[in-house]
């Protein structure tokens, strides 16, 4: 099983288990609701209201990670993934880290120099996403998808 088979699996296991969670929920704040008192009422809502906070962060991620992926399979079909990764992919290991690290700077010369291609900001969110930064990945991902975009 490859790694993306892997991972969709992941990703629909937890968005039905997710989905049972706002029905439980929804079927609990309904029940709540149904008392008359004021405070089951209040948390009845909240109940209702945490639920369609859970499903727009849940569509929101879905939609990063389709956007994302299909850069990332156009960037690799161009042949233009950051050689460090794409050399470690092929040969199924982790990037090495002292690589990455040494590389790193001019990937992000790279989205500086040239903000208006996704390609360098893809490019750069890979890297640190290789990096372990994943708040810093996602930021340059999602900048990636915008200038795609625009």
Known sequence: MTARVRALLGVALMSVLLVLYFVFTGVRAVGLLATGGVIPIVMGLAMLILPLIGVWALLRELQFGRQSTALVDQLDADGA????????????TRPDRDVLDAAF????AEAEAAPDRWQSWLRLGLMYDACGDRKR?????????????A
């Open 105 to 108: 700077g001019r990937y992000k």
């Open 137 to 149: 990945a996602r930021a340059a991902i999602r900048q990636a998808i915008s200038v795609n975009l």
């Open 81 to 92: 993934l950051p050689e460090e990764i794409a050399a470690a992919r092929e040969a199924g």
